[in-house]
């Protein structure tokens, strides 16, 4: 089988497409024929060699596959042969809280991931795709979609009535958009596109700021909140957004920490003291966030947000567009 695998961890032109013997399915294990995989931030950054000195190499990346089980190993009884499933991203937090152990088994880092023809996982590390969704809209849920489940539903709280701030239009911010809205939330989103705001509205948001025209953005939120401050942030900038995402959240609001695309830096904590908010850090989910998840997908018919599709052999400039910053939601690689 063919797959794709970091030899030396020096940037996208290590990719490297090689062949691999197909595995076989043991007890408990089920073969996948990967059929579509997405692309998330955390992979650019393992592809560039700037997320961790301690991968083991070779190494085949990514974390976000779905496909088709091929053949199952003795004792597996979660799925069958001919089912669409998706892997989870960290392969045993079924449940439950984080823990060291659990945060060891995220494919595409710790263990091998899944830009390959044929993955073998074991079959507590699968879940059943909604039945609406093709592979390509499905390989979009394992990372982002549960990043955003999580810390909007499952950590959040989220409320009908609610109002909540995304930061650009990437696959977390699109995904906290779309379950924001099916659970009767308002949705205020930044961009420094006014074409990419544009999207966001049509896709529900009731207000966009352009952050390089209006770079007091954290005024501009309290503006249209009348002062009050938004509800939730999904914050996805790190510390060089997160004072002023201090600034925006209202008294006793919450801030789903989840992302550093702005780099480095520092930031003041006592706004949070002084407003009581809470700062949640959100590393994806469990295997029971992302069929909960999945059940609320299948009942709203809801569907992800894909900005291209590349073939497995246009990988490399899958994860140049990526690094372009160009996409809106998601990019996907289609087997």
């Not at 209006?214 to 509800?231: A, M, N, S, Y």
Request: net charge neutral; aromatic share 6%.
């Amino acid at each position: 089988m063919r797959v794709f695998e970091i030899k030396q961890a020096t940037g996208i032109d290590a990719l490297t497409l090689t062949e691999r013997p197909k595995p076989k399915p043991g007890y408990g294990q089920a073969l996948v024929n990967i059929k579509a995989v997405s692309l998330n931030y955390r992979d650019l950054l393992v592809v560039k060699g700037s997320y961790s000195r301690n991968l083991p190499l070779p190494l085949i990346p990514c974390s976000d596959g779905v496909g088709e089980v091929i053949e199952a190993g003795d004792g597996v009884t979660r799925v069958k042969k001919g089912d669409r499933v998706a892997g989870i991203f960290m392969q045993t937090w079924i449940s439950g809280e984080l823990n060291e152990s659990k945060a060891k088994s995220a494919l595409g880092g710790a263990v091998e991931g899944v830009l390959a023809e044929c993955v073998l996982f074991h079959e507590d590390g699968l879940v059943h795709i909604p039945e609406h969704l093709s592979y390509e809209e499905a390989a979009t849920l394992p990372c982002a979609a549960v990043t955003a489940w999580n810390g909007l539903i499952t950590s959040g709280g989220l409320k009908p009535g609610d109002t909540v701030l995304i930061m650009g239009t990437g696959g977390v911010s699109i995904f906290g958009l779309q379950f924001a809205k099916i659970s009767g939330a308002r949705v205020i989103a930044t961009s420094s596109s006014d074409e990419k705001l544009e999207r966001v509205k049509q896709l529900g948001a009731s207000d966009g700021i352009n952050y390089k025209s209006v770079p007091d953005w954290d005024k501009k939120v309290l503006e249209i909140t009348g002062g009050k401050g938004v509800d939730h942030v999904v914050e996805v900038g790190g510390a060089g957004t997160l004072t002023k995402s201090l600034r925006a959240v209202r008294m006793g609001g919450h801030i789903s920490l989840i992302g550093v695309l702005s780099g480095a830096g520092e930031a003041n904590p006592l706004p949070a003291v002084m407003k009581n908010i809470r700062i949640q850090g959100i590393y994806v989910g469990s295997r029971e966030m992302f069929e909960a998840m999945n059940r609320a997908i299948s009942i709203h018919q809801l569907h992800p947000v894909i900005d291209r599709v590349f073939s497995f052999e246009e990988s490399r400039e899958a994860f140049r567009y990526m690094e372009s910053g160009a996409h809106f939601g998601k990019v996907v690689i289609r087997l």
